[in-house]
């Protein structure tokens, strides 16, 4: 198996058909793979392998729908989706909106971590990380973000500079009057 990074990691994995008290007249097949962690991950499918390349892919598919599993987990941990009270269906389709841009953004940080330097001394840094920070490093980007940005006295108004210079009123005062 290959990491985000191309890291080659060995696993060993094999597969056993078993049945299960609760259903015993379903066929169920019990995957068991070594090598991604501490512990044995095993994977229990409805899927009967006869060849070690089909018990690959299934574990190929429950990895990248764990990604998927994360991503929503951090959207509604880190950010409250589930608690967030809006009126209208277009709304909450909005606030999904902006979240899923929000999350992309500190998507394209993580990915790019190595390379600035930005990222890896300020950002991670600041979100005061007790343990050395893992793979699925969201949390540490959310949280030093909201520190960087928790200290702004002023809001975003004073990083963005005006595109247009502002006219002086043409209203003419009591001076101009006089002149």
Excluded: H
């Amino acid at each position: 198996m290959k990491n985000k990074a191309g890291k080659a990691r060995k696993c060993k994995f094999s597969y056993i058909p078993i049945s299960l008290p609760a259903i015993p007249d379903e066929k169920l097949t019990l995957i068991i793979i070594r090598g991604l962690g501490k512990v044995a991950m095993m994977l229990i499918t409805n899927l009967n392998p006869t060849d070690k390349r089909l018990s690959l892919a299934i574990l190929k598919v429950y990895l990248r729908r764990w990604r998927i599993e994360e991503y929503f987990r951090f959207k509604k941990q880190q950010f409250d989706f589930e608690t967030i009270r809006v009126r209208s269906l277009n709304s909450i389709r909005t606030m999904n909106l902006l979240l899923s841009i929000t999350i992309g953004f500190i998507a394209m940080l993580s990915q790019g971590k190595k390379e600035s330097v930005l990222v890896l001394l300020l950002i991670l840094k600041i979100s005061k990380r007790i343990y050395d920070i893992p793979e699925f490093n969201y949390y540490a980007l959310a949280d030093g973000i909201y520190t960087i940005l928790q200290k702004t006295k002023t809001g975003i108004k004073k990083f963005i500079k005006p595109r247009f210079k502002k006219k002086g009123s043409q209203q003419l005062t009591i001076a101009d009057a006089c002149i």
